[in-house]
C-alpha cells in the first residue's frame, strides 16, 4: 500500500512541478473551447445547443495530451524497469499511475468546465451536467489511455500512434458523456440512464485498463 | 494433422503448399455458381438492380467481423502459447479485414446514393463499421510501427483482444445513438425474412467470399513466413559480414 501511494505522489510531484502538466492541459481544454466560436461564429444560441459537445471533445483531447508521456518518462529514466521488478503486482502500480495522471488532468479538467461552460452560454443547471458527466466519464478516458500508452511506449514516436489507436476506444465514453449531458439539460431521456451507463463503462476501463496494460508492458518490454 | 504440428513454420508451409490449389479451385467454383445465382435472381419491387449490391456488401460486412474474431483467437494463441504461426496469422489477416471492412463502406455507400439519396449517413450500423475500419488501420499502423516481428505481435496480440472486448461495447453504444440501417433479417429467431430466391444467392455469395478469404489469408500468411525467413538471413548475413 505504502509503495502505490509513493508511486501516486510521486507522479503527481512530477506532473504539479514539471512544466506544469496539470495546467497544461486546462489551458489546452481553454484554447480548444476559445477556437470554437471563431469556427462557428458567436451565435449564442447556437454554442448553448453544442456546449457539452465541446467541452467533452476538449476534454478528450486535452486528456490524450499528457498520455504519451504517462509510461514513456518512466522508461527513460529507468524507474519503469523499478516497478517491474517491485513485489506490488504491475497492474496495481499502473492503476496508481493513472489514478495520479487523473488527479493531475482529468480533475483540474472537471474543475475547469463550469468557467469554460460560462463563455458557451450554458446555464448553471447545464454546466452542473457537464461537470458531473465530465467527473464520471475522464477517468475512463483515463485508463483507456493506460492501455495506448502501454501500447506505444517502446516506439520511439508514439505519441500520434497513442492518439490513433486510443481515439477509436474513446468513443462510448464520448457518446454518452454528451447523452447524459443532453439529457439533463433538454431531455427526453431521463438523465439516469445514459449516467448510469457512462459510469459502467469507467469501472469497466478501470478492471481492464490495468491488466492490459500491464500485459502490454510484460509483452512488450524485452 | 493436430494444430500443433502446424507450429512448426516449415510443416506449415507444406500444407499451404497442398490446400492452396484446392482452395482456389474451390473459390473460383463457388464463385461462379454464385455470380450465376445472383444473375437469376430477381430484381427488388422497389430497389430495382441495386439490390444486387447486398450480394457483395453482406458477404464483406460479415469478413470484415470475421477477420477480427480471428486475429483476436490469433492473438490468444500468440499471448497464451506463444504459436508462432499465430503471430503470422493475425498479422496476415489484418489488411485482408480491412479491405473487407471497407469494400463494405464503399458498396454500402454506392446502395446508399440511390436508396437513401445521399453516400453517408451517420447511421449506427455505417457508423460502427467505420468505427471497425479504423480500429484495422490502427492495428496495421502499430504492427508496422514495431520492427522485432516477434515483439510486435505480442502488443498488437494486447490491443486486438482489448478491441475485441470493446467492439461490442463500441457496436451496443452507436446503436443507442442513433438507428436507421434495417434491423437484422438473415440471422434471427423466428427465420430469415428474405425471400428464399434471394437468399440462396446471398448464401452462396458469403461461402465463396469465406473462402476467397481463406485463399488470401493462407497465401498471405505463406508470404508473411518467407519475409521473416529473408529477414532472418539478412541480419545473420549482416553479422557475417560485420564479424568476418
Known amino acids: 500500500m505504502t509503495a502505490l501511494a509513493a508511486i501516486l505522489m510521486r507522479d503527481m510531484r512530477l506532473a504539479v512541478r514539471v512544466g506544469g502538466g496539470a495546467l497544461i492541459g486546462v489551458l489546452f481544454f481553454l484554447i480548444v473551447v476559445t477556437l470554437v466560436p471563431f469556427a ?18 476538449g476534454a478528450l483531447l486535452a486528456t490524450l495530451l499528457a498520455l504519451d508521456r504517462l509510461i514513456a518518462m518512466d522508461q527513460e529514466d529507468g524507474s519503469l524497469d523499478l516497478i517491474l521488478m517491485a513485489p506490488v503486482p504491475l497492474e496495481l502500480a499502473l492503476a496508481a499511475k493513472a489514478l495520479a495522471h487523473w488527479l493531475s488532468t482529468g480533475l483540474p479538467l472537471v474543475v475547469a468546465a463550469p468557467l469554460l461552460g460560462l463563455l458557451l452560454n450554458l446555464d448553471p443547471a447545464a454546466t452542473g451536467a457537464v461537470a458531473l458527466t465530465l467527473a464520471a466519464g475522464t477517468p475512463a478516458l483515463t485508463f483507456i489511455g493506460l492501455i495506448g500508452a502501454a501500447l506505444t511506449v517502446a516506439l520511439r514516436r508514439g505519441g500520434l500512434l497513442l492518439a490513433i489507436l486510443v481515439l477509436p476506444l474513446t468513443i462510448p465514453v464520448l457518446i454518452f458523456g454528451v447523452a447524459a449531458a443532453n439529457a439533463a439539460i433538454v431531455g427526453p431521456v431521463p438523465f439516469g440512464t445514459p449516467f448510469t451507463i457512462l459510469c459502467a463503462l469507467t469501472l469497466i476501463s478501470i478492471v481492464i485498463g490495468p491488466f492490459a496494460a500491464a500485459v502490454a508492458l510484460r509483452q512488450g518490454l524485452d | 494433422m493436430p494444430l500443433t504440428d502446424l507450429a512448426n513454420p516449415s510443416r506449415f508451409l507444406a500444407f499451404v503448399d497442398a490446400v492452396l490449389p484446392w482452395l482456389a479451385a474451390a473459390t473460383l467454383l463457388a464463385f461462379a455458381l454464385g455470380i450465376g445465382q445472383v444473375y437469376l435472381s430477381p430484381d427488388d419491387y422497389q430497389q430495382g438492380a441495386t439490390v444486387k449490391i447486398m450480394f457483395l456488401h453482406v458477404p464483406a460486412a460479415w469478413l470484415g467481423l470475421f477477420a477480427w474474431v480471428l486475429m483476436s483467437v490469433a492473438a490468444l494463441g500468440t499471448l497464451v502459447w506463444r504459436h508462432p504461426v499465430a503471430d503470422v496469422a493475425a498479422k496476415a489477416a489484418a489488411p485482408i479485414g480491412a479491405a473487407f471492412t471497407l469494400m463494405c463502406l464503399l458498396t454500402g455507400s454506392l446502395w446508399g446514393r440511390p436508396m437513401w439519396g445521399t453516400y453517408w449517413v451517420w447511421d449506427a450500423r455505417l457508423t460502427s463499421v467505420l468505427v471497425l475500419f ?102 545473420m548475413h549482416a553479422d557475417a559480414a560485420a564479424g568476418a
Not at chain 2, 479504423?134 to 520492427?147: D, S
Not at chain 2, 494486447?158 to 467492439?167: E, P, W, Y
Not at chain 2, 438473415?186 to 430466391?197: A, D, E, K, M, Y
Open chain 1, 40 to 57: 462557428i461564429g458567436p451565435d449564442l444560441v447556437l454554442l448553448a445547443r453544442i456546449g457539452p459537445a465541446i467541452l467533452w471533445l
Open chain 2, 134 to 235: 479504423l480500429m484495422y488501420l490502427g492495428v496495421i499502423a502499430l504492427w508496422r510501427t514495431i520492427e522485432d516481428p516477434t515483439r510486435a505481435a505480442r502488443i498488437v496480440a494486447v490491443l486486438t483482444l482489448v478491441g475485441a472486448i470493446n467492439i461490442p461495447i463500441i457496436k451496443f453504444s452507436v446503436d443507442w445513438w442513433n438507428t436507421l440501417h434495417q434491423p437484422a433479417s438473415v440471422l434471427r429467431l423466428g427465420g430469415s425474412t428474405i425471400h428464399p430466391t434471394i437468399l440462396v444467392p446471398l448464401l452462396i455469395m458469403i461461402a465463396a467470399f469465406t473462402l476467397l478469404f481463406l485463399t488470401l489469408h493462407l497465401a498471405a500468411m505463406r508470404n508473411e513466413i518467407l519475409r521473416r525467413r529473408l529477414r532472418t538471413m539478412l541480419l
